[in-house]
């Protein structure tokens, strides 16, 4: 966090992070930084593999006034929270913000297979955070849980981590906001139990 944003955790704070979709980091030292996690599309998916590549809003990722420049993050070399490192180009920058020479962000991916990514991001402005998830979201199809994560029952055996987190955060608003399901039912071929299962919840 020293060399992206100039900034030292505080060791003073206690806490463990809130199961929120975008969480503040004051609770583990470092007031007025957010983490929040993008679960990629498969046009997102495609975009992150050729360029590593996000939708991002036009708007500065520190103070969101409009964005002047692009820049890459900072060498993948180390980890934080857990996660490796990742290289990301393009993230805006108003000129005042972009004196570092790379970006005030930090990204890491978690890739599970061809099926399932997501992008996890630190920045210090909450709002670019949503906006950067909203475009995220929006950015083409979530495939089906049944070809995500082949043999899972919709009703049981989700673990807590990874497969929990893709199906409330990604999948299911996907789902609730699709006009046409029966099309993407018969196109990805559901299996009788998740066809059941996705009956009832029309």
Known sequence: M???FGVHQETHAKG????EVIRDLTAIGYPGFYQATAFLTRE????WEAERLLLFPTECCVCRAPAELVLKTRNAASNFFGLRRSTLSGVPHCRAHADFGHARL???AEDLGHRYMSVTLVAASRAFLENTLALCSEDGLYEPPWIVFPGKSPHI???QGTESAWRQLAWE????NLTDRDSYIKDWH???EWERYLSDQR
Request: aromatic content about 12%; hydrophobic content about 40%; charged content about 20%.
């Open 173 to 176: 608003p996907f789902w609730q």
């Open 44 to 47: 997102g998916r495609a975009r």
């Open 2 to 4: 020293r060399k992206v």
């Open 190 to 192: 559901a299996p009788a």
């Open 106 to 108: 930090l990204a890491g």
């Open 157 to 159: 055996g989700w673990n």
């Open 16 to 19: 463990q992070l809130r199961p």
